[in-house]
């Protein structure tokens, strides 16, 4: 007997539709604004640190992070919250404070929903800025639209690693088709990714561990990988492939998690609306899950 036919296929079909509407009723009652200005924010603090990096503030070269470099926040065009979320950006900083006698400029070019961000530090009669924007992309539907689209790959093809590279290739294939602004050149995928939020965090961490740390956990990950690899040699006709899916559906929520961050989804969780709308895609891959474990 099919699963659609099969009492509890029917009730996951309708779980599954009615996640689908809680998702898009998320989606249609989004604040726009609220997650294009929390985005922007988040962006303005990434770019504190390549200002911060420019001025060897972060290397003990010139001012020390501990004591604050005061600057007052000058936002230059965009809307009104513009310069609420520069401050607040300064405010979180661990280098920079807001005061006086140095200045913040903050510039914003936006086209197509394509926003992109560039400080200008102002500091004892020099300047220093970034030589290119720092590009942020929000758009909640990217977000959504691609994990829906994995979660039914899952469902219907019975294969929730399938469904994760799905979500995650989509994801990255859709925020690279979005127009891009006129005069300004699409910076490299590496470029995007290390300035992306995720990207920037993993960065980050990565150089403010020692080395030893560093080399510990590759060697911790190597040795996993290992493990993972003879575990499954007594079952030869699939260890090899369990491990390859395990690895893509790691590598596809990676992507897909990256390219809804720059997408916005961090802004668009703080509002009830962006809730709704994952707790209907977490519906749609409970049901992608249990159509697989009826099939095993």
Known sequence: MSDDRHPSGGRSSVVALLAALLALMGLLTTNWGEVDRGTFGSAIGRDLVRIADLA???????????AGMPVAVIPEGGPAWVGPEGEAAVQADPIFTLGEPHLLRIDQVEQSRV??????????????????????????????LSIVAGAAWAGLRRGLAGG????????????????????????????????????????????????????????????????????????????GGLVLFGI?????????????????????????????????????????WSRRERKA
């Open 248 to 288: 893509l559906g790691v590598m596809g929520g990676l992507a897909w998690l990256e390219a809804a961050l720059r997408a916005g989804l961090w802004p668009w969780l703080q509002q009830p609306a962006g809730v709704v709308a994952m707790l209907g895609a977490a519906g749609l891959w409970w049901w992608a």
């Open 164 to 239: 994760a590279m799905v979500s995650g290739v989509l994801g990255q294939l859709l925020i690279l088709a979005l127009p891009w602004p006129d005069g300004f050149a699409r910076p490299s995928l590496q470029q995007t990714w290390r300035d992306g939020p995720l990207g920037h965090h993993a960065y980050e961490t990565a150089m403010a561990l020692p080395d030893s740390s560093v080399a510990v956990g590759a060697g911790v990950i190597t040795l996993c990988a290992v493990l993972m690899i003879f575990d499954h040699r007594r079952s030869p006709d699939q260890g």
């Open 56 to 66: 060897s503030l972060r290397s003990g070269a010139a001012d020390s992070p501990a």
């Open 115 to 144: 926003f992109g961000v560039r400080t200008q530090l102002w500091r004892q009669g020099w300047s220093l800025r970034a030589p290119e924007p720092l590009w942020v992309t929000p758009a909640p539907w990217i977000v959504l």
